[in-house]
């Protein structure tokens, strides 16, 4: 036996066996360094598609692909040991048929060794949500403000702000538990729907921006850390990495140019003890 398969990472069922339990820490890695640290403390890695924002820079999550998300999927698994690996299927990937989305699916799950998938969408998705359970592919869905919809959308804004378009977010949550989903992200929506959807659903309600009423919560790691550009109102931050990064290659630079920069005498000092 493997030193890695000796560690129990953490499965779908686990995390479906917390509804109403202790609450389910979730943040998003895309490498591997970063996943190791996020491991330590987290029962679920996403691998999102906001990796092409945060990553690549898009405006939108729309250009991310479906090998994008199987190269950063990789690396997290590689990085991590016990949190469930959960990678988002990007747009494009399975929205055509359930068919589509059970290739896509497989291959995220054969080619990263991750344990679940994440789509976007409740009532609309949920056939396919069932098609992929019952062919034994653990899927996560993701309601309330669901980012790929951008173009018909229009804007980011939250979701179910007015009590009549609460309905609709609620049957969505109902739709991924029916269909088998493990676990529903809600995003961008207000207290007291979090609060119902979490009430209502047997399965776990993981928020972002849909308050603490949620079963867990997910943040995006970069946004949390004070890394990215533009951070969503509702992100706390946990951390000012930005000016720290800053400062340290303001550092960097300014040694090289005044030549202060270490000579080989270091380089062999390393060589020696390492
Ligand atoms: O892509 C992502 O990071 C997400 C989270 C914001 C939930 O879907």
């Avoid at 890695?45 to 998300?69: A, K, Q, R, W, Y």
Wanted: include cysteine.
């Amino acid at each position: 036996m493997s030193v890695q398969s000796a560690i129990k990472r953490k499965t779908a069922p686990e995390i479906l066996a917390r509804k109403r339990g202790e609450p389910i820490v979730m943040l998003t890695s895309y490498h591997a360094h970063t996943a190791a640290l996020v491991d330590r403390h987290c029962d679920v890695i996403l691998v999102g598609d906001s990796l092409g924002n945060v990553m690549h820079g898009f405006e939108t999550t729309v250009p991310v692909t479906l090998d994008m998300m199987i190269l950063q999927g990789s690396a997290v698994m590689r990085g991590s040991r016990q949190a469930l690996v959960v990678v988002d299927m990007p747009f494009g990937s399975y929205e055509a048929s359930r068919e589509q989305a059970f290739h896509s699916a497989a291959r995220i799950l054969k080619e990263t060794g991750c344990g679940a998938v994440k789509l976007e969408g409740g009532v609309r998705m949920a056939e396919t949500i069932a098609f992929l359970t019952e062919r034994g592919i653990p899927v996560m869905g993701h309601i309330g403000l669901t980012p790929q919809s951008i173009n018909t959308l229009g804007s980011f804004r939250a979701q179910g702000r007015e009590e009549a378009g609460w309905a609709a977010i609620e049957k969505d949550a109902r739709a991924v538990s029916d269909a088998g989903g493990f676990s529903v992200v809600v995003e961008a929506v207000a207290e007291p729907l979090a609060r119902k959807i979490t009430q209502d659903v047997p399965i776990p309600t993981i928020g972002i921006g849909a308050s603490a009423a949620c079963d867990g919560q997910v943040l995006v790691l970069e946004d949390m850390l004070g890394l990215s550009p533009r951070t969503p109102k509702f992100v706390r931050r946990y951390g000012e990495l930005g000016p720290a990064i800053e400062q340290a290659i303001e550092g960097y630079a300014r040694d090289v140019r005044s030549r202060a920069f270490p000579g080989p005498e270091h380089v062999y000092e390393m060589k020696k003890t390492g």
